[in-house]
Structure formats: structure tokens, C-alpha cells
């Protein structure tokens, strides 16, 4: 079981990137999966979550309106587009599975290697 998380860098305010989430081994369709951020100094953080099937996605407060979550089966991949960055964005951002939905990053069982999001002017 392996999950590759990618598509951080450096972007400025106001700009747009979009994180992937690839895994191998395993179908991620049957899994609930989370994106979750964790800044220096702080706890990691959910941002964006969609259950096994997509019946369900759910977004925190603080990027509802301004991210995505999405997922393409024939490439086994989870997506995060994320427009109308902030500075405040900034962190590490890490991809989970789960097997059952949840939005407490706990509930985890696996994890990606995380990808580094900063938007700086």
C-alpha cells in the first residue's frame, strides 16, 4: 500500500494549484480519503474529505468555497484543487485513507509522504 501525495510549490495570494493523491497496491475507490495540512508549530489540521463511492464531500470552514475534492478512478487518484490561495495556506499537506468516513485525522490508516504548499508574494 503506497500513497504518493505531489503538485505542492510556491505560489503568490490569490493563485491556484492543484495537489494529487496516487496510490498503488490498492483501490482507492473503496476508501474514504482526507486532506489534511499541518503548518509549523501547529497540529495537523482537515481541509477537504470524500468518502468511499463520493457520496459524500465535505470541506473546513476555512476552504470551503476555494478548494475541490475530487477523484478519478481510472487513475486511481484523489485531487485537490485549491484557487484563491492565502498565505495562511501555507503548510505541509498530507493525503489519508481511511475505511470509513471521518473528518478527525485519527481515523487514518494510511498515509502520503506530503507535499509542501507556500503562497508568498
Known amino acids: 500500500v503506497q500513497l504518493q501525495a505531489s503538485g505542492g510549490g510556491l505560489v503568490q495570494p490569490g493563485g491556484s494549484l492543484r495537489l494529487s493523491c496516487a496510490a498503488s497496491?490498492?483501490?482507492?475507490?473503496?476508501?474514504?480519503i482526507g486532506w489534511f495540512r499541518q503548518a509549523p508549530g501547529k497540529e495537523r489540521e482537515g481541509v477537504s474529505f470524500i468518502s468511499s463511492g463520493d457520496a459524500i464531500t465535505d470541506y473546513a470552514r476555512y476552504v470551503k468555497g476555494r478548494f475541490n475534492i475530487s477523484r478519478d478512478n481510472a487513475k486511481n487518484t484523489v485531487y485537490l484543487q485549491m484557487n484563491s490561495l492565502k498565505p495562511e495556506d501555507t503548510a505541509v499537506y498530507y493525503c489519508?485513507?481511511?475505511?470509513?468516513?471521518?473528518?478527525?485525522?485519527?481515523?487514518?490508516?494510511?498515509w502520503g509522504q506530503g507535499t509542501q504548499v507556500t503562497v508568498s508574494s
Open positions: 489519508g485513507v481511511s475505511f470509513a468516513y471521518d473528518t478527525n485525522y485519527r481515523a487514518y490508516e494510511y
Open positions: 497496491g490498492f483501490t482507492l475507490d473503496y476508501y474514504a
